[in-house]
């Protein structure tokens, strides 16, 4: 017996043959709950666009089989806690959920009435369902009803709000702060301790680590056509530089963390320093990271080189060995004068002598030059978003918006860690090869080597070669997401957590919008990766150092990021993209050129419109599809022609016919 057909919602498919991004061709169709049942979970489905409550744009999303039984058996995976057995059984019982389709390995939780405090249209009444990755809230009295879809990796503080005795309308509830951007707030019964079950069961599943429970990333069973961690090789990274060479050789020391534990098994060092050279160096480095090389001119040799700052001391140590290796360094190229970038503003640099640390002085290193950056530290990097989001959410701060920004002193540090490296890249067009460092070479670092290479190589700008770059400069030389970000972590106080990689993905917003032609992908490839780098669905961004993610066998059991975006390039790419193999970027580092990323930092508040895409962008795509279209023909044409039996047809084409010349020039219009 046929079971009866249910409506469970509406989603909204494409018609045949339209792309995920057309949205005149769409049409709204009733999802059946029995129909869905019976679909083959292994059959690859159609794309499905939902909408989304907060951008006014079609999100695209991926068709589950079934969204009300989970796809991913618990029991195949050992390290699995026995309570999402019971969970998976609960599941079943809970009403389907049409318009928000589960990823592989994601499991219903729980589900509950409850009122969402808006802050853009006050309280709505609706459902909240909690899965082993995001929660999700569907007014059921709005309209348009309002949804929201929050990984649980992005929640960073969970409050109850109220108690039983509290008086007034909706005072009983949950608060919830967000690591991106946005905070919410709900309301519950007050009766019976409502809220009990779900703060236990949100508090669980947003930090899972404090839980003694795995991360998403490790029970996703997300499958992809390309594989992301084969983005990034480091002998062919090197390689692609002309590395080695006569002047710099590839070194295997640290293989096996020995050297360093939050450096890459793979390091590139002067020729002529020896191994027990780079011991007697790691010695005198904060926490062991020696300089090392990120990257090299190929016309004028000068490299840039990473590390952390010397350990001076309050005494004034000195370490001969730490000095000839800088030195060899500068001979490699032939620089007159090495010179050191210090991110640090000097009195931090001398504060930190009282803790050990310190710089390099004019005395010891008498062949380099010291460069003061004065970039601040992760704790006023942290304060500073702070302020900022208390200006743009929930309500933007009309009245005194431009004093208000100022306050944040954002667009100040962003300037700053962009002149840094403006520095640092003319500095290797002119020759000189140059060192750059911080306190312990992870953050400030990091921010600067990467951004200086995305001026002086073209390749980085590209969408792999971006994406290469991340895992280089990023991720293999250890910068400390898992304690920048902590994800999975309910230690929302800690003193490390710090948006230093959100600051430099800024940075590199800031160089698209001054040169819109010479990046391959767009912001919206800015976005994906900044949602990620909370979301905890992949791999790529967890863990302190590559050392952690071995031990953790991430590459094995998790799912890169790159698999994700690889797998659909097209979604990414800019479009007025022109290669420019050698051009070398210099933005202007200007407060006046320099704007707040709107579409980042206020994309939750309705009432700011979303910068859809532009009219100018919108012909552009077209013509390039019909310049391919008309290629195709073209080439079809030239085939036919030179067939045998072609004679025929250019006999019979009449004088008026349009030829396939014709036909392309058509395309050159200027833009």
């Not at 994906?528 to 993610?549: K, M, P, Q, V, W």
């Not at 100018?616 to 008309?630: G, K, S």
Request: glycine fraction near 4%.
């Amino acid at each position: 017996m046929t079971a009866p057909h249910v409506t469970l919602g509406e989603v909204l498919l494409p018609e045949s043959g339209a792309k995920q991004t057309d949205k005149i061709r769409e049409r709204r169709i009733a999802v059946c709950g029995a129909c869905l049942q019976k679909t083959d979970r292994r059959q690859k489905q159609p794309p499905v666009l939902i909408r989304s409550q907060s951008v006014e744009e079609v999100l695209p999303c991926r068709v589950m089989a079934s969204a009300s039984i989970p796809v991913y058996n618990s029991s195949n995976n050992p390290l699995e806690n026995s309570s999402n057995h019971n969970a998976s059984r609960e599941s079943l019982k809970m009403e389907p959920l049409a318009d928000c389709s589960l990823l592989p390995g994601e499991e219903r939780i729980i589900d509950k009435d409850i009122i969402y405090i808006c802050p853009f249209s006050g309280a709505l009444k609706g459902k909240v369902f909690i899965t082993n990755y995001r929660l999700y809230f569907k007014s059921a009295d709005a309209d348009p009803a309002v949804t929201l879809d929050v990984p649980l990796g992005a929640i960073g503080r969970v409050e109850k709000m109220g108690g039983a005795s509290s008086r007034g309308e909706n005072s009983y509830g949950l608060d919830i702060t967000c690591k991106d951007m946005r905070n919410l707030r709900f309301a519950l019964k007050q009766e019976g301790h409502s809220r009990r079950d779900i703060f236990d069961i949100l508090f669980k599943y947003a930090f899972p680590l404090s839980h003694g429970l795995l991360l998403f990333a490790y029970l996703s069973q997300e499958k992809f056509e390309e594989n992301g961690w084969s983005v990034y090789k480091p002998m062919e990274e090197f390689r692609r530089q002309g590395l080695p060479n006569d002047k710099w050789r590839v070194t295997f020391i640290n293989a096996n963390y020995e050297l360093c534990d939050t450096y890459p098994t793979i390091l590139v060092v002067p020729f002529k320093a020896t191994e027990e050279d780079l011991r007697k160096v790691c010695t005198f480095r904060s926490r062991g990271r020696i300089p090392v090389l990120s990257w090299i001119h190929r016309e004028n040799q000068a490299v840039i080189c990473r590390c952390s700052q010397p350990l001076v001391g309050m005494s004034g140590k000195r370490n001969k060995d730490d000095e000839r290796y800088l030195d060899l360094i500068r001979e490699a190229n032939g620089t007159a004068k090495l010179t050191i970038y210090d991110a640090r503003p000097s009195v931090n640099a001398v504060a930190n002598k009282a803790t050990g640390g310190g710089y390099e002085g004019d005395d010891a290193y008498q062949n380099a030059e010291l460069v003061f950056l004065d970039i601040h530290n992760i704790h006023v990097m942290r304060e500073s978003l702070k302020k900022l989001k208390d200006i743009v959410y929930p309500n933007v701060e009309e009245s005194h918006w431009l004093s208000s920004l100022e306050s944040t002193h954002w667009l100040e540090h962003i300037k700053l860690v962009i002149s840094g490296a403006i520095q640092v890249a003319d500095k290797i067009s002119g020759g000189n090869s140059v060192v750059v460092h911080c306190s312990d070479g992870w953050d400030r670092t990091a921010q600067l080597t990467s951004l200086a290479m995305l001026m002086l190589d073209s390749h980085y700008r590209t969408l792999r070669g971006f994406q290469v770059l991340l895992e280089k400069e990023w991720i293999s030389f250890g910068h400390k997401f898992a304690n920048r970000i902590g994800h999975g972590d309910k230690n929302h106080a800690d003193q490390d957590r710090s948006p230093i990689f959100v600051q430099f993905i800024d940075c590199v917003w800031q160089m698209t919008k001054q040169f819109p032609t010479a990046f391959e992908f767009n912001e919206r490839l800015l976005v994906t990766i900044l949602d990620h780098l909370f979301s905890c669905r992949f791999g790529t961004f967890l863990y302190n150092c590559e050392s952690a993610r071995d031990t953790n066998e991430l590459r094995s059991k998790t799912v890169s990021l790159w698999s994700l975006v690889n797998s659909d390039l097209s979604f990414y790419q800019n479009p007025f993209y022109t290669p420019e193999s050698n051009r070398v970027l210099y933005p202007v580092a200007s407060m006046r050129h320099l704007e707040l990323w709107v579409t980042y930092y206020i994309r939750w508040n309705p009432r700011i419109r979303q910068q859809q895409q532009s009219p100018v962008e919108q012909r552009y795509i077209e013509l390039l599809a019909l310049r391919d279209e008309y290629l195709k023909k073209l080439e079809e044409l030239q085939l036919s022609d030179s067939s045998p039996n072609s004679s025929h047809l250019s006999n019979s084409s009449t004088p008026n016919a349009a030829s396939p010349t014709q036909h392309v020039t058509h395309l050159h219009t200027p833009f």
